[in-house]
């Protein structure tokens, strides 16, 4: 047993990096997609949150604006390329969704025209745009 807090986060940080093997087989050995049976348990996700309003104020509120900037910072910053590089492929296939919904409808859009027309050309498109769902997947 370590003897003091930076001898046990020492630790913590060696042994969990060292575990990525284990980490990757067991994401590797999971049957069933997590989200699919966290969405089964949403009336129970709901509860719980509920119920922990004042826990998570509490625990919240306790955040100064120094750590949160010195976290985004020194841990957040870094991680944005490698996020991005990753994600990639993923962004440019809602892209592609998005922008062939986009093109097909302009073509349903009224004429352009006075004021009101103008208006009614701006309440269809955002009606349309409404209607988008982002594509599984992406």
């Known amino acids: 047993m370590a003897k003091n807090a930076a001898t046990s986060a020492a630790l913590w940080a ?26 089964q348990k949403a009336a129970f996700w709901a509860s719980q949150t509920a119920a922990s309003q004042a826990k998570f104020a509490a625990a919240t509120a306790n955040i100064t604006l120094q750590s949160w900037q010195q976290g985004a910072i020194e841990k ?13 492929n993923k962004f440019q296939g809602f892209l592609t969704a998005l922008m062939q919904y ?8 009224p004429a352009r025209g006075d004021a009101m027309q103008n208006q009614a050309r701006m309440v269809a498109w955002n009606n349309y745009m409404l209607k988008f769902s982002k594509p599984s997947g992406t």
């Open 102 to 109: 986009q093109q097909a409808g302009l073509a349903t859009l």
């Open 14 to 39: 060696q042994r969990t990096a060292a575990a990525t093997p284990q980490y990757i087989a067991g994401v590797q050995g999971v049957t069933t997609s997590p989200g699919q049976l966290a969405s």
């Open 76 to 88: 957040g910053a870094p991680r944005i390329a490698s996020g991005v590089n990753a994600a990639q």
